[in-house]
Structure formats: C-alpha cells, structure tokens
C-alpha cells in the first residue's frame, strides 16, 4: 500500500502534464514569449493536488514538449517551475487555494519575468526592454490562469483526490 502513493502522483502528475501539451495551442504569441494561461491554472491545481516535488517536476515536463513540439519557448521554464514552486510552497504552509494562486502570480509574474531578463536581453537585444517586457507579458497571463485554476480547486473535488492520494 505504501508503494501506491507515489505511483499515483506520478500517474496524476503525467494527466496534467498531458493535459497542458494537448492545450498548449492555446498559447498566445507575445513577442519573444508565448503565454500560456492553461500552464498557470494547472500549476495551481498542482499544488493542491500533488506539493512541491510533483508539482514543479509537472510544471518542468510540460514545459520541454512544449518546447520539443515547438509549441513553447525556453522563457516557460523560468515561470513556469517558479511559480509551481512557490504555490505549492504557499499552499502547504497555508493550506489556502488562495494563497497557492497567490504563489503562483508573485513565482510566475515577478519571479519568472525577472528571472527571465538575462533570456529575454539575448533574445531582443536590449536589456532595458526585456526587464518590464517579461514581467509586463508573464503577469496578465498568470493572473487570468491563477484564477481559473482557483475556480477549478474550488468547484472540483480535488480535496477528495488529494486524500486518496495521500492516504
């Protein structure tokens, strides 16, 4: 039984990775960047769902066959994993949806854009410019999919999953 649970969180782990590759046409061209709101709200469902480990590691597949499948751009990986990172950080110690969707704005938003300039003053050529540019462009993205994604937890019976999992 105790060999259970971590198969199960690789197994829902591996559904919301699939499910982010196979929505991931919903992205949306921002210059250098492609934003993808769906990466957001499933960060947050992550979090709730599966902690740190899962969550960041899911956050981190979805994003190389975004990339593989030409669907995505190196800046996924910056936002992504720190904003799953910092929401499933926020839940744990919070145990709020809220709090996790918080997370996920500043890890994503801030933490991500800014963590992306180095990435973004190669690509456009000027430092200035990509500084507000990423943190600017991440920042819509990640506060439309934190609040789909708390409208997911709240509506879904994810505490119920969580239970099985952990159980």
Do not use: D
Request: proline share 5%; net charge positive.
């Amino acid at each position: 039984m105790n060999n259970r649970r971590p198969l199960t969180r690789l197994a829902v782990a591996a559904l919301l990775v699939a499910l982010g590759v196979l929505l991931s046409p919903l992205s949306v061209p921002v210059g250098a960047a492609k934003i993808f709101p769906v990466q957001h709200a499933l960060n947050v469902m992550a979090a709730v769902i599966l902690g740190c480990r899962y969550g960041t590691a899911a956050a981190f597949c979805i994003s190389t066959l975004r990339n593989i499948l030409g669907m995505g751009t190196v800046l996924a990986y910056p936002g992504s994993m720190c904003g799953a990172f910092l929401s499933a950080f926020m839940y744990k110690r919070t145990g709020s949806v809220y709090a996790a969707a918080i997370g996920e704005v500043v890890g994503t938003g801030i933490i991500g854009g800014l963590i992306s300039w180095p990435i973004g003053s190669y690509i456009l050529g000027s430092a200035g410019a990509a500084w507000f540019f990423f943190v600017v462009a991440f920042l819509p993205s990640t506060v439309t999919g934190a609040v789909v994604g708390t409208f997911v937890c709240k509506v879904l019976p994810l505490e119920r999953l969580k239970e099985y999992i952990y159980r």
